[in-house]
């Protein structure tokens, strides 16, 4: 029962990881005033930059570097649109996700002569960080895991921190709240707001690597399947606080390995698929809904 249990956990984190990444991504760039939507794009970017880079260079840590560098050139095009030129984030966010989806399909015929799916012999995957399996609790939750995992939920602890304590952190939570008020003060608004979303795309980067060389070892054509704007749900559901953004990614996490529990059983494929969306949706509105009622009682 515990070794179910703590698989599960493990489980649970597995799914929640890429998601957990591109949330960040996208609260850091809302603290700024620029509402991302593109992190499924970015995403896909980074899953297929990681693969390429692993599959050319034998190594899955060169395979992470090239995909977080690749992602943060990647939402170069959003990050000076919206905070240069003032263009309508939304428009260029949807043009990136239709970017991403077309030309990681067209480059996969060009570089491997492939469709639909692409997993070499020989292609490295993320190593896991075996030297914990024989720790109680530890073992069974993070022995399989990669590094990239734990790096994770590190990385919205200390950004969350930031934000809240230090002088960087509050002037960029400025900007967010009165970019007019910000830039009075002497704050480069623009060049903010420009590298905050760069640093995003990185973060998506790390995302597209976790799922395509940790989850699995495999590229394939729309691998994301939606789990960018399930991170675009978590930001709105936690107000682009990125404390609280492990919760949300959570959440998804529990919903997809509750849905595989569920496949093993013999529930439809169909069914478990979408129940993680779902739930996330449905949670989504019912967050709101109290929100609104919320302010509602406040005004009267």
Same mark, same amino acid.
């Given at each position: ?10 489980? !649970? %984190?597995?799914?929640?990881?890429? @998601? &957990?990444?591109? /949330?960040?991504?996208?609260? =850091?760039?809302?603290? $700024? *005033? ?112 990669? !590094? %990239?995992?734990?790096?994770?939920? @590190? &990385?919205?602890? /200390?950004?969350?921190?930031? =934000?809240?304590?230090? $002088? *960087? ?123 609104? /009622?919320?302010?509602?009682? =406040?005004?009267?």
């Amino acid at each position: 029962m515990h070794v179910f249990e703590w698989g599960f956990v493990a489980a !649970v %984190l597995l799914a929640a990881t890429p @998601v &957990l990444y591109a /949330a960040l991504a996208g609260a =850091l760039s809302a603290q $700024v *005033g620029v509402f991302n939507i593109a992190l499924e794009g970015q995403m896909l970017w980074g899953a297929f930059a990681a693969v390429a880079g692993s599959y050319y260079t034998g190594s899955a840590w060169a395979g992470i570097g090239i995909a977080v560098l690749s992602s943060a050139i990647f939402s170069v095009v959003l990050a000076v649109g919206a905070a240069r030129f003032r263009a309508d984030p939304i428009i260029i966010a949807i043009g990136t996700n239709l970017l991403a989806l077309g030309l990681t399909g067209f480059l996969m015929r060009v570089l491997f002569d492939v469709s639909g799916t692409f997993s070499p012999r020989g292609l490295q995957g993320l190593p896991a960080m075996s030297f914990l399996r024989d720790i109680p609790v530890l073992g069974p939750v993070f022995g399989g895991q990669t !590094v %990239l995992v734990p790096l994770a939920f @590190v &990385l919205c602890i /200390a950004a969350g921190l930031w =934000l809240r304590s230090s $002088v *960087g952190g509050l002037r960029l939570r400025g900007i967010g709240e009165h970019a007019a008020a910000a830039a009075s003060l002497g704050v480069n608004v623009a060049r903010t707001q420009t590298w905050t979303t760069i640093v995003g795309g990185a973060l998506c980067g790390l995302a597209g690597a976790q799922l395509a060389l940790g989850n699995v070892t495999v590229f394939t054509e729309n691998m994301t399947a939606g789990r960018g704007w399930i991170a675009v749900a978590a930001v709105m559901l936690v107000g682009n606080r990125p404390l609280w953004v492990p919760i949300a990614c959570l959440g998804f996490g529990a919903a997809e390995a509750f849905g595989f529990r569920l496949q093993g059983l013999g529930a439809p494929q169909q069914l478990t698929d979408a129940a993680p969306y779902a739930i996330t949706l449905l949670v989504l509105v019912a967050t709101r809904i109290r929100f609104g /009622a919320a302010r509602r009682a =406040l005004s009267s």
